[in-house]
T-cell receptor
Framework: SQTIHQWPATLVQPVGSPLSLECTVE??????LYWYRQAAGRGLQLLFY??????ISSEVPQNLSASRPQDRQFILSSKKLLLSDSGFYLC??????????????FGDGTRLSIL | GENVEQHPSTLSVQEGDSAVIKCTYS??????FPWYKQELGKGPQLIID?????GEKKDQRIAVTLNKTAKHFSLHITETQPEDSAVYFC????????????FGTGTQLKVEL
């Protein structure tokens, strides 16, 4: 069966510090991969979307970037964190539907607090 | 792009009662509508989804109905239990496809004993 892992579960970082959050998927190949941010009490905002190694689409302008160095690895990064980067970051994967929408499956997220 | 509205934002029911959460969408071409359950400190979990070629889908105590004409879909939970307490999100595909989703703002469901 497929599983998705995110780490760390929680992270406290000072303003201006760099960031690296990692997500890996097991049990599938060629997944679509996603990064979302969830502000407290709010819905999910899609940040990045990837259909393959090195292929990243950014959905909103921001202080963050994403990379996909391997088929089942997705990394969220920042060179200098802002206070507004605080939130709950979720990684998700889906299969390839080839014209049909496929369910997305989420990891358990990283709670990021910027001080 | 796709706009998804979800109501109510909070819902409190007595154990054993039914709960209904409603979502509307704007893109008539949307053809896939998932529902997610998110417990505190966890990621959202897919609980049921429906495609536009059917009007209703049921899985034990959970059902989803779809009205394509009115562009709305609803989650129905019957015989609610305390473990149903969570935040529920609906979603619909981004306009233009790409297997991306737009999410509703969530409903906090509380099942009281």
């Amino acid at each position: 069966s497929q599983t998705i892992h995110q780490w760390p579960a929680t992270l406290v970082q000072p303003v201006g510090s760099p960031l690296s959050l990692e997500c890996t998927v097991e049990g599938t190949s060629n997944p679509n991969l996603y990064w979302y941010r969830q502000a407290a009490g709010r819905g999910l905002q899609l940040l990045f979307y990837s259909v393959g190694i090195g292929q990243i689409s950014s959905e909103v302008p921001q202080n963050l970037s994403a990379s996909r160095p391997q088929d089942r690895q997705f990394i969220l990064s920042s060179k200098k964190l802002l206070l507004s980067d605080s939130g709950f970051y979720l990684c998700a994967w889906s299969g390839r539907g080839w014209g049909t929408e496929m369910p997305q499956h989420f990891g358990d997220g990283t709670r990021l607090s910027i001080l | 792009g796709e706009n998804v509205e979800q109501h109510p934002s909070t819902l409190s029911v007595q154990e054993g009662d039914s709960a209904v959460i409603k979502c509307t969408y704007s893109d008539s071409a949307s053809n896939y509508f998932p529902w997610y359950k998110q417990e505190l400190g966890k990621g959202p979990q897919l609980i049921i989804d429906i495609r536009s070629n059917v009007g209703e889908k049921k899985d034990q105590r959970i059902a989803v109905t779809l009205n394509k004409t009115a562009k709305h879909f609803s989650l129905h939970i019957t015989e609610t239990q305390p473990e149903d307490s969570a935040v529920y999100f609906c979603a619909a595909p981004f306009t233009g496809g790409g297997n991306k989703l737009t999410f509703g703002t969530g409903t906090q469901l509380k099942v009281e004993l």
